[in-house]
């Protein structure tokens, strides 16, 4: 039985509101489930799959905080 779980930020939305719409994470579903058939031989009905969209603010990389990071980045390239 695996369970697969998919992180997303929440980006380019407002506080409570989600980023993917309902279609988007249907095929999220349906094709994670199919690569795990199509790979593992794992049936579909025995697939699990997780969805949770996360505030930008609680994305970490290299030791910061994703919006920070992408400060730094954009003022190195000017």
């Known amino acids: 039985m695996p369970i697969v779980n998919i992180k997303i930020t929440r980006e380019g939305s407002g506080p409570g509101r989600s980023a993917v719409t309902v279609e988007e994470k249907a095929a999220l579903i349906k094709g994670t489930s199919q690569l795990l058939l199509d790979v593992l031989n794992k049936p579909l009905d025995s697939t ?4 949770e969209e996360v505030e930008l603010e609680n994305w970490g990389w290299g030791g ?8 730094q980045k954009q003022a190195g390239k000017k």
């Open 64 to 71: 910061l905080p994703v919006p920070e990071l992408r400060k």
């Open 48 to 51: 699990f799959v997780v969805i």
